[in-house]
């Protein structure tokens, strides 16, 4: 079995391992939950955007106001494309750092588990020992004892 104070060593460096990995995994989340409201606030713009066009055009609307308001909904939906590429890109990094965390904390349950082990045993060992002493004890007291003769009949 490891060393008692090499297993608390591993503790310690798997422990700050996991803190990092669960700060980049914060990072990570905020990241993408950036990504996301930037993208519903593109769209919420786009749907706004084209409601405002459609009473516009009721009133009737040159060609070149039209031809403007298609490009810049041309160019409004790459940005849109752009920013779902973007939010997957941050999911794939989220679950990403998900499975790092997950892996040391793992790593860092399975030190403590050993640790635990090696208590465990440790103990056992303690007990096995006091219990030998307490025999040995006893065995030697036995052995130091005046024996009793008994009185037999007298003549």
């Avoid at 405002?52 to 106001?65: D, K, L, M, V």
């Avoid at 490009?71 to 499975?99: C, N, P």
Wanted: hydrophobic residues 35%; proline residues 3%.
């Amino acid at each position: 079995m490891a060393n008692p104070s090499a297993l608390t060593t591993l503790i310690e460096l798997a422990h700050k391992e996991t803190d990092a990995a669960a700060k980049r995994l914060g990072a990570a989340l905020r990241a993408s939950e950036e990504a996301k409201q930037k993208l519903d606030l593109l769209l919420a713009y786009r749907d706004d955007y084209a409601k405002r066009y459609q009473s516009t055009i009721s009133n009737g609307i040159s060609a070149t106001h039209f031809n403007n308001f298609q490009v810049f909904m041309y160019k409004l939906d790459d940005a849109i494309s752009g920013q779902q590429k973007m939010v997957g890109i941050a999911e794939r990094h989220t679950e990403h750092a998900r499975a790092e965390w997950v892996s040391c904390e793992q790593k860092k349950m399975s030190f403590v588990t050993l640790a635990s082990r090696a208590s465990i045993e440790n103990t056992r060992c303690e007990l096995r020992r006091d219990q030998k002493q307490n025999d040995e004890h006893a065995a030697r007291q036995a052995s130091r004892r005046p024996t009793l003769s008994r009185p037999g009949p007298k003549p």
